[in-house]
């Protein structure tokens, strides 16, 4: 290290050089740092989400909560397990202990939760997400005399072109006024970075559902039942992997792409075939309607907005990993 320091001593040409290419490197690197006004905030804990159409808290608890808090409740890491039962969902959250990695328990987490065979079978796929505080910085309310379906789509145009927006550029006249514009949009470039959007969230609003209804009565007529009419819209509505070929080009990937997207698309599912060969489609015994998933929100008589309200109830419970034993309801 002497023998370092007394070579530059003696040769200032080469010290001044690398003198200024760290400045040079830190000044470009300063410029291409991430910067925000509000950083997202990892809470050291993560949540498992499990949709379960119609069931009730107390369905939820039994065919969903149980089974996932069995499976990792002895996962190293796990500081404590919060539950929660709500009607047609099941939430797990799960706090990590200092010192720990949160993505690393994440995916022991996630392979237990894979693993788990006395799920319910009606409960859909488990979603595992990393809570993550995020502050919001701007609000923009829609609204408008039309129907709640025109509405969404309003906000989802809203939404989209706020994704793609970009900072208009300074401009002038005259040669001068160029290059004032090109300083401009060089010295914005440099301080400020792109003006970008890069998360945009659509809130108090209804999912898309298709419904498919039935009447007892015309089910009785061709005899069949909501069970079959349901086995055969879930056989035919679904996307298939086919396997690949091997070919000298390459390898071809074969996949059989049913799903179905819009109402009308799932009119022709035949649910019968006769004796004679014809068939009976859903269209011809079913009332099929693509709009917004029924909720529980009831407009105000003043003509304000929905306002929200629950009217089920959730059972919640808490599992610290020190004492599995000890649970809060």
């Known amino acids: ?16 050089f690398l003198m200024l290419a ?30 379960y159409p119609n069931a009730s808290p107390d369905e939820v608890e039994t ?41 690393n328990v994440m995916d022991d987490a996630k392979t237990r939760v894979d693993a788990i065979e006395n799920l319910s ?18 609000s923009i309310a829609i609204s408008a005399a039309t129907d709640e379906r025109t509405l969404r789509e309003i906000g989802e145009k809203v939404r989209d072109d706020l994704l793609v927006f970009q900072r208009p550029k300074a401009e002038g006249e005259g040669p001068l006024g160029a290059v004032r514009a090109g300083l401009i949009n060089a010295w914005r470039g440099i301080t400020a970075g ?16 298709i419904s498919i209804e039935v009447s007892e009565e015309t089910l009785r007529s061709h005899g069949l039942t909501l069970a079959s009419v349901a086995n055969a819209v879930r056989a035919t509505s679904l996307d298939l992997p086919g396997g690949s070929v091997r070919t000298r080009a390459g390898e071809i990937l074969i996949r059989a ?8 698309d799932y009119a022709d599912i035949p649910v019968l075939t006769r004796d004679d060969g014809t068939e009976l489609l859903l269209g011809d015994i079913a009332t099929i ?20 309200s629950m ?14 034993s000890s649970k809060t309801t």
């Open 1 to 16: 290290m002497e023998g370092i320091i007394h070579w530059f001593s003696r040769n200032h040409v080469a010290a001044n």
């Open 22 to 51: 760290v400045v040079m490197l830190g000044i470009n690197t300063w410029f291409s740092l991430r910067t925000e006004i509000f950083p997202e905030t990892s809470t050291e804990s993560f949540a498992v989400i499990v949709p």
């Open 63 to 103: 065919g969903i909560i149980l089974p996932i808090e069995e499976a990792i409740l002895d996962i190293d890491g796990i500081d404590r397990i919060r539950s929660t039962a709500a009607e047609n969902r099941g939430y797990v959250v799960v706090e990590v202990k200092n010192g720990y990695d949160v993505r």
């Open 121 to 138: 079978e009606e409960a859909e796929e488990p979603v595992i997400e990393e809570g993550v505080l995020k502050f919001q910085v701007l």
């Open 194 to 209: 792109d003006a970008t959007i890069t998360q945009v969230e659509l809130t108090n609003v209804r999912p898309y559902e």
């Open 257 to 264: 792409a049913g799903k179905r997207f819009n109402g009308e």
């Open 289 to 308: 309607v693509m709009g917004l998933r029924r909720s529980t929100f009831a407009p105000a008589s003043t003509g304000d907005p929905p306002s929200s």
């Open 311 to 324: 009217s089920s109830e959730s059972a919640r419970r808490t599992r610290w990993k020190s004492s599995p």
